[in-house]
């Protein structure tokens, strides 16, 4: 079964870069025709679709957030990452990396908090 865990600094100031990793267990971020997302929840709002990383390295942007996301991967680490630039406290969420395209996701991390404060 695949397990996926976030890690990263929990708190971040304006105008810096979030930067998150997941790392993937029980299988490999490189199956075919697996993709893998990056998701966020504000607190009191509901979940929002940030992007995705594929099997093959193609990466897939909300339009809202294409601007200032970008999803990378590591394949020896089986670990893909997410960088956030320009960060506002209305950045401020859980953060949840997931296996899947969007809804219904197969299988999703604990979630972490960031919160972006000064």
């Known amino acids: 079964q695949v397990q996926l865990q976030e890690s990263g600094p929990g708190l971040v100031k304006p105008s810096q870069t979030l930067s998150l990793t997941c790392t993937v267990s029980g299988g490999s971020i490189t199956t075919s025709y697996y993709y893998w997302s990056w998701i966020r929840q504000p607190p009191g709002k509901g979940l929002e679709w940030m992007g995705a990383i594929a099997y093959d390295g193609s990466t897939y942007y909300s339009p809202s957030l294409k601007s200032h996301t970008s999803i990378s991967r590591d394949t020896s680490k089986n670990q893909f990452s997410l960088q956030l630039s320009s960060v506002t406290p209305e950045d401020t969420a859980v953060y949840y990396c997931?296996?899947?395209?969007?809804?219904?996701?197969?299988?999703w991390g604990q979630g972490t908090q960031v919160t972006v404060s000064s």
């Open positions: 997931a296996r899947g395209a969007g809804p219904p996701f197969g299988s």
